[in-house]
């Protein structure tokens, strides 16, 4: 594969076309290694891609500084809530404060979450433009992110 100066490794060309093609609105997920990748993208035909070694915050971190977030939502970034069950059991999601360190870094502002229960996140991920497979093992790292427009 041809390399480009300052595109990260990590973003495949495929990934790159993905997130060049979108519109302001679409969105794309992020998905851990548990995620039901194949089946959600084949739902509506959204673009399956793999980024089996990489982490979600990593994948976030590489696509943020290039991918501008919509502005026109109160939370243009969805994560799925821990079950009901999980939560008595008390587990917690730490990642998502990495998360929001890396949306803080890249963008220069604090971004709240949309958190969706687990069925909800599935149901909004089925109308995304493509949903990425991580290799991902932190439990509740999935992400959807909603792109916004650039400005000139």
């Not at 035909?45 to 109160?74: C, K, M, N, W």
């Not at 939370?75 to 890396?102: C, E, F, H, L, N």
Request: no cysteine.
């Amino acid at each position: 594969m041809g390399r480009l100066k300052g595109i990260p490794d990590i973003l495949s060309p495929d990934l790159l076309h993905v997130l060049a093609s979108m519109g302001h609105g679409d969105e794309i997920v992020l998905a851990d290694a548990n995620y039901p990748s194949a089946s959600t993208a084949r739902a509506r035909g959204a673009r399956e891609l793999r980024a089996d070694f990489h982490s979600v915050s990593a994948l976030l971190d590489a696509i943020l500084q290039f991918f501008p977030l919509d502005t026109y939502v109160d939370k243009p970034v969805a994560v799925m809530r821990p079950t009901a069950s999980d939560r008595q059991k008390g587990v917690t999601v730490d990642i998502w404060d990495r998360y929001k360190d890396v949306m803080r870094s890249r963008t220069g502002r604090s971004w709240g979450f949309d958190e969706l229960e687990r069925f909800d996140f599935y149901e909004r991920a089925k109308g995304a433009y493509a949903v990425v497979q991580t290799g991902e093992t932190a439990l509740y790292s999935n992400v959807i992110l909603k792109k916004g427009a650039i400005a000139d």
